[in-house]
């Protein structure tokens, strides 16, 4: 079955950057827009940044100025560069297109 596979999680320091991929492991039909969304426990997910298939792009206004999303000539991979990273950003961080998401991977931010 095709899936969406985050990496590039892992323990930052407050200030410092982390790059996301999401790649997906088969042809995508999806023709809307990629998404990155993150999950602090007992939260709810939280929208962070989208790229459409013309390149545009939204942020939410937490990340915005600070995480990039982009891609190359392709669909996938998507990825979120992540700079000025704060505490507050740890959460776990998917993909998710179509309603389709990854199982995500852990972002820790420790000051």
């Known amino acids: 079955q095709d899936q969406l596979m985050e990496s590039g999680g892992g323990l930052a320091q407050v200030g410092s950057s982390l790059k996301l991929s999401c790649v997906h492991s088969g042809d995508s039909r999806c023709i809307s827009s990629v998404n990155w969304y993150r999950q602090a426990p007992g939260k709810e997910p939280e929208f962070v940044a989208r790229?459409?298939?013309?390149?545009?792009?939204n942020y939410s206004p937490t990340v915005e100025g600070r995480f990039t999303i982009s891609r190359g000539n392709t669909k996938f991979p998507v990825y979120l560069q992540m700079t000025s990273l704060k505490v507050e950003d740890t959460a776990l961080y998917y993909c998710?297109?179509?309603?389709?998401r990854g199982q995500g991977t852990q972002v820790t931010v420790s000051s």
């Open positions: 998710d297109e179509c309603g389709d």
């Open positions: 790229i459409f298939s013309g390149g545009q792009t």
